[in-house]
C-alpha cells in the first residue's frame, strides 16, 4: 500500500480512537490490515522500480498529513497525528533500508510484515485513487467535525 493510503486511514483512526495512544497502537494496526489487502509493490530488492514512486509518495503523503492534521479540530488533532504516526511506521523499514542500510525493525516483524503483502505491479492506478479518494474523504469528515466542534453539537 502507499504511504498516501496509509495517512488518512490513520487519520480516521484518529478520529474515532480519540486517545492518542490508543490511536498511535490502531493505526499501527490499520497499516498491516491494509497491508494484507490486495495493492500495488513491486516486492522485495526492486529499488529502481519502487523508488521513483516512493519518492513522489512520500511527499504526497507528508501533504496529505498537513492537510488532515489542519481539517482536524484541535481537541482531535493529537489524536489524528498520532493514528497517522502509526499507521506510517511499519513502512520505515524501506526508509532504515535505503538510508542507512538497515531496518529499525527485528527481522521477526520485517519477515511477517513482508509476508502478509498482498501486491501486485498493475494496481497503481488503482491505489492513487483509492489515496486520493481516502485523503479527500478524510479532509471533509474532520472539517465537518470541527464545525460540528465549534457549534457545540455532539460528535
Same mark, same amino acid.
Given at each position: 500500500?502507499?504511504? &498516501?493510503?496509509?495517512? !488518512?486511514?490513520?487519520?480516521?483512526? /484518529?478520529?474515532a480512537?480519540?486517545?492518542?495512544? @490508543?490511536? +498511535? #497502537? =490502531?493505526?499501527f494496526?490499520?497499516?498491516?490490515?491494509?497491508?494484507?489487502?490486495?495493492?500495488?509493490?513491486?516486492?522485495?530488492?526492486?529499488? &529502481?522500480?519502487?523508488? !521513483?514512486?516512493?519518492?513522489?509518495? /512520500?511527499?504526497?503523503?507528508?501533504?496529505?498529513? @498537513?492537510? +488532515? #492534521? =489542519?481539517?482536524?479540530?484541535?481537541?482531535?488533532?493529537?489524536?489524528?497525528?498520532?493514528?497517522?504516526?502509526?499507521?506510517?511506521?511499519?513502512?520505515?523499514?524501506?526508509?532504515?533500508?535505503?538510508?542507512?542500510?538497515?531496518?529499525?525493525?527485528?527481522?521477526?516483524?520485517?519477515?511477517?510484515?513482508?509476508?502478509?503483502?498482498?501486491?501486485?505491479?498493475?494496481?497503481?492506478?488503482?491505489?492513487?485513487?483509492?489515496?486520493?479518494?481516502?485523503?479527500?474523504?478524510?479532509?471533509f469528515?474532520?472539517?465537518?467535525?470541527?464545525?460540528?466542534?465549534?457549534?457545540?453539537?455532539?460528535?
Open positions: 500500500m502507499i504511504i &498516501s493510503s496509509h495517512v !488518512p486511514a490513520g487519520a480516521f483512526v /484518529g478520529m480512537v480519540r486517545s492518542p495512544t @490508543a490511536a +498511535l #497502537a =490502531a493505526g494496526v490499520s497499516h498491516l490490515v491494509m497491508d494484507a489487502m490486495p495493492h500495488w509493490g513491486t516486492g522485495p530488492n526492486t529499488e &529502481s522500480e519502487w523508488l !521513483p514512486i516512493a519518492r513522489r509518495d /512520500g511527499v504526497a503523503g507528508l501533504a496529505a498529513i @498537513a492537510l +488532515l #492534521a =489542519a481539517s482536524a479540530p484541535a481537541d482531535r488533532r493529537l489524536a489524528v497525528l498520532a493514528g497517522m504516526t502509526g499507521a506510517c511506521l511499519p513502512d520505515t523499514d524501506k526508509v532504515g533500508r535505503y538510508f542507512v542500510g538497515s531496518s529499525p525493525w527485528p527481522s521477526r516483524f520485517d519477515r511477517f510484515h513482508e509476508r502478509i503483502q498482498n501486491e501486485t505491479r498493475d494496481r497503481l492506478p488503482r491505489e492513487i485513487a483509492t489515496a486520493a479518494t481516502l485523503i479527500a474523504a478524510g479532509v469528515f474532520l472539517r465537518r467535525l470541527a464545525v460540528s466542534t465549534r457549534s457545540g453539537a455532539s460528535a
